[in-house]
T-cell receptor
Framework: GDSVTQMEGPVTLSEEAFLTINCTYTATGYPSLFWYVQYPGEGLQLLLKATKADDKGSNKGFEATYRKETTSFHLEKGSVQVSDSAVYFC????????????FGSGTRLQVQP | NAGVTQTPKFQVLKTGQSMTLQCAQD?????MSWYRQDPGMGLRLIHYSVGAGITDQGEVPNGYNVSRSTTEDFPLRLLSAAPSQTSVYFC????????????FGPGTRLLVL
């Protein structure tokens, strides 16, 4: 079946540091890939997405590139802020009929001033 | 627009009790779904619906019922609560066409004693 693997957290960084959160996937066909963010006490918000190979999703300074050859969708940001502290989920949708999202286990990011 | 709303925010149940978690959306989305979030496991799909009168099972449907009598509402029923159902429950909605974004509600935290 479909699966998403994310790096274990928590990831602790100082403000203005470079961020990478690794995400790899297993799926049949050509899934769409997503990064969701969950701020403390809130629901999930879509951060960015990519629907085909080599697409780059970007939002709020975050970027991720759909790499079909390595089945990866790593999240990056050049300079993190304290306000980026949250849990980040990588997800895929391999079945457009069901629209079901398969999530990774989440990576908690803590940014210290 | 209110987006996706969920009630209650928090609930404590005793084993064997039943309850209904409410979910409503005002975006006229065809697709609605329920996920549960457990520590270290990401989100897992419980049930989903692609339109009024149409529901189907997700990854972890046992112990839960759903119905979709209107486009706006998608309640989740726990028939006889068990401690294993202690979790945070999220409702999501989205359009069926293409790879449109799914929007998540703020969640319901359920504790079963």
């Amino acid at each position: 079946g479909d699966s998403v693997t994310q790096m274990e957290g928590p990831v602790t960084l100082s403000e203005e540091a470079f961020l990478t959160i690794n995400c790899t996937y297993t799926a049949t066909g050509y899934p769409s890939l997503f990064w969701y963010v969950q701020y403390p006490g809130e629901g999930l918000q879509l951060l960015l997405k990519a629907t085909k190979a080599d697409d780059k999703g970007s939002n709020k300074g975050f970027e991720a590139t759909y790499r079909k050859e390595t089945t990866s969708f790593h999240l990056e940001k050049g300079s993190v802020q304290v306000s980026d502290s949250a849990v980040y989920f990588c997800a895929l949708n391999a079945d457009t009929g069901r629209r079901a999202l398969t999530f990774g286990s989440g990576t908690r990011l803590q940014v210290q001033p | 627009n209110a987006g996706v709303t969920q009630t209650p925010k928090f609930q404590v149940l005793k084993t064997g009790q039943s309850m209904t978690l409410q979910c409503a959306q005002d975006m006229n989305h065809e697709y609605m779904s329920w996920y549960r979030q457990d520590p270290g496991m990401g989100l897992r799909l419980i049930h989903y619906s692609v339109g009024a009168g149409i529901t189907d099972q997700g990854e972890v449907p046992n112990g839960y019922n759903v119905s979709r009598s209107t486009t706006e509402d998608f309640p989740l029923r726990l028939l006889s609560a068990a401690p294993s159902q202690t979790s945070v429950y999220f409702c999501a909605s989205g359009r069926l066409a293409g790879q449109e974004t799914q929007y998540f509600g703020p969640g319901t935290r359920l504790l079963v004693l």
